[in-house]
């Protein structure tokens, strides 16, 4: 995900500087972009805090050798597998399951991999019970489900300690050049293809890591900001060259136009919505990505004793299980409508309830309060409404003491660099041909979240390997053509 522009000035210019710099180096040998990758992994330079460690072990460990070959001999091996229709990327879950069963790991790595470029990251981050696992056929026989997620990351893991390879290399070099703009999914999973087929691949973000949500969003006891990675440091096999710390703007992003054959837009969405009451900009009012984000970078080892979290989505209840494993004593999960209306997952609602988050439903908040900093929240109750919430009563309003409160209410659009109208969008998402990811703009392509407003990170990798296929698809059109 890219950050908002930063209006400071100086900044920008440094952006621009840095970006010229870089267009102007070969994109083959991609010295600059990817110097840093080189002498030093991505894995590597992943912060460590102790305290984090301690705090966020895994939700679900993994399996031993033992387990998997046991649960991989449960699978059936379906040969239509709904388990197989049902993940957005397509891995054939049943051969790399058997692959298990008969101890060829490194193979069933490279069965998901072949269609799964961050296979270990999906198989901490998605939520299985509504796909793979959700369509598993054991449950016609009342009977759990195979354990896929698990397997697959038993199997990844196995080939990231044996130091293992990508089932593919990179395709006779085509001589053409694709530049991707922001490090999250569906640019990674983008990259990968265009390497597949020969491509230049030069990714842009404005973070000094790549990953985008994989790396600075996910809960860490889902999915562990080394993990993420560790998972990329195997595209460095493939050439993708990476440039950080850019932002890019109209500017920028017309400079890429003119020195590359395609653009791919894979920006995700910007920054969380603002709840437009008083009180909002003082110490101690936050959004939630960048509270996950700062202590998955240890910038944050601790919460303080009273939190509240502004929303009812996966991403509130990943900032309220945060704080009360960063030693919250107190942390309420606040929603304007009922239990029945909120978009998280209900496992992730029963996890929230498990870590000890309270909820208040049919309320809202209408003030924040405090001198120098928050010191609380003012309330209303709202009537519970089967249609949605009704106008506030104001005989029902109630303060609620508060030291930290965490927003999120959703995520604007991050598609304002795209002004000079080089492409179509629709309330701020890019419109796309959802089978090749190709935009209004024939040169332009994106995927992920700038596309859909917001959905998996299976989604993000499903767009960007289409859209992948599509630019080359396009590309070689354009040569022949010519």
């Known amino acids: 995900m890219l950050h908002n522009q930063d209006s400071n000035e100086s900044q920008a210019d440094d952006a621009h500087s840095l970006a010229r710099k870089t267009l102007q ?24 805090t102790p305290e984090i460690t ?33 993940c957005p990327t397509h891995i054939d879950v049943p051969r790399f399951i058997k692959k298990i069963a008969s101890g060829n ?9 072949d269609a799964n470029i961050l296979g270990a990251s999906c198989s901490r981050a998605c939520p299985v019970d509504v796909l793979c696992e959700g369509a598993c056929v054991m449950h016609r026989y009342n009977k759990q489900p195979i354990e896929i997620a698990k397997l697959q990351r038993f199997a990844m893991d196995a080939l990231h300690e044996n130091g293992g390879s990508l089932p593919f290399s990179p395709g006779e070099d085509t001589g053409k050049s694709v530049a991707l703009v922001g490090g999250g999914p569906a640019s990674l999973a983008c990259a990968a293809e265009l390497r597949r087929h020969g491509i230049k691949a030069e990714i842009f973000d404005a973070r000094p890591l790549p990953g985008g949500l994989n790396t600075y969003g996910v809960a860490e006891y889902k999915l562990p900001l080394a993990e993420s990675l560790r998972e990329i440091d195997l595209l460095a096999q493939l050439g ?14 017309s400079d890429l136009e003119a020195s590359h054959d395609a653009i791919f837009l894979g920006v995700g969405l910007g920054g969380i919505h603002q709840l437009g009451i008083t009180g909002e900009s003082l110490p101690g009012v936050q959004n939630a990505l960048d509270y996950i984000a700062d202590y998955k970078s240890g910038k944050v080892t601790a919460a ?23 030693g919250a004593a107190d942390v309420h999960l606040i929603y304007r409508r009922g239990r029945e209306q909120i978009s998280a997952f209900a496992f ?15 309320t809202t908040p209408i003030g924040i309060l405090g001198a120098d900093a928050v010191e609380a929240l003012d309330l209303v109750t709202l009537e519970a409404s089967s249609n949605g919430p009704s106008p506030p009563q104001a005989r029902e309003n109630f303060q609620l003491s508060i030291d930290l409160v965490i927003l999120a209410i959703g995520q604007s659009t991050h598609t304002d660099f795209l002004k000079n109208g080089q492409i179509k969008l629709e309330g701020g ?35 960007g390997k289409r859209a992948g296929i599509g630019i080359a698809a396009w590309l070689e059109g354009q040569r022949a053509n010519t």
């Open 429 to 463: 998402h890019v419109l796309i041909d959802r089978v090749t990811g190709q935009t209004t703009n024939p040169k332009y392509f994106a995927g992920g979240d700038c596309t859909n407003g917001g959905r998996e990170v299976v989604d993000a990798v499903a767009d």
């Open 54 to 86: 301690e705090r966020f072990p895994d939700l679900h460990p993994p399996l031993n050798r033992t387990a998997a070959i046991a649960e991989a001999n449960r699978c059936l091996y379906c040969f239509d597998a709904p388990c197989t229709g049902a």
């Open 304 to 326: 303080p004793r009273r939190v509240a979290v502004i929303g009812a989505g996966n991403t509130a209840i990943d900032a309220a299980n945060a704080a009360v494993r960063l």
């Open 25 to 48: 180096h070969d994109s083959n040998t991609g010295d600059i972009a990817r110097s840093m990758s080189e002498t030093t992994p991505f894995f590597a330079q992943a912060p460590r």
């Open 348 to 362: 992730e609602y029963e996890h929230a309830k498990q870590e000890g988050v309270k909820f208040l439903w049919h």
């Open 105 to 113: 790991l490194e193979g069933s790595a490279k069965t998901i991999l």
């Open 240 to 253: 993708v060259a990476f440039n950080f710390s850019v932002t890019v703007d109209d500017k920028i992003l």
